[in-house]
Nanobody
Framework: QVQLVESGGGLVQPGGSLRLSCAASRSIFSIYYMGWYRQAPGKQRELVATLTNSGSTNYADSVKGRFTISRDNAKNTVYLQMSSLKPEDTAVYYC???????????WGQGTQVTVSS
């Protein structure tokens, strides 16, 4: 089992940057998969970026070239660096983890990101 706590959200102007953090309650070194998802009002939750324990990454087309997912195993933390933010990036951002390829998803409580002038 793993608890996840997101932080780093807030209000930012279009074109700005934010870095989200996801702190895990246990070592993430061997966790199979960690990712970031987001959910905008009235929309379904969607994948933003994922990172496996082998280092493979995957990004939604809408964020490629603007967002970067990374991990710091020493701090048991996964990050989402977001740049060139757009109003359509406004959403609640959730951290997710799968301990193995066959286990279910753990979720954090979410952090609000609002991109507005």
């Amino acid at each position: 089992q793993v608890q996840l706590v997101e932080s780093g959200g807030g209000l930012v102007q279009p074109g700005g940057s934010l870095r989200l953090s996801c702190a895990a309650s246990r070592s993430i070194f061997s966790i199979y998969y960690m990712g970031w998802y987001r959910q905008a009002p009235g929309k379904q939750r969607e994948l933003v970026a994922t990172l496996t324990n082998s280092g493979s990454t995957n990004y939604a087309d809408s964020v490629k070239g603007r967002f970067t997912i990374s991990r710091d195993n020493a701090k048991n933390t996964v990050y989402l660096q977001m740049s060139s933010l757009k109003p359509e990036d406004t959403a609640v951002y959730y951290c997710s983890a799968r301990v193995t390829a066959t286990t279910g998803y753990y979720w954090g409580q979410g952090t609000q990101v609002t991109v507005s002038s």
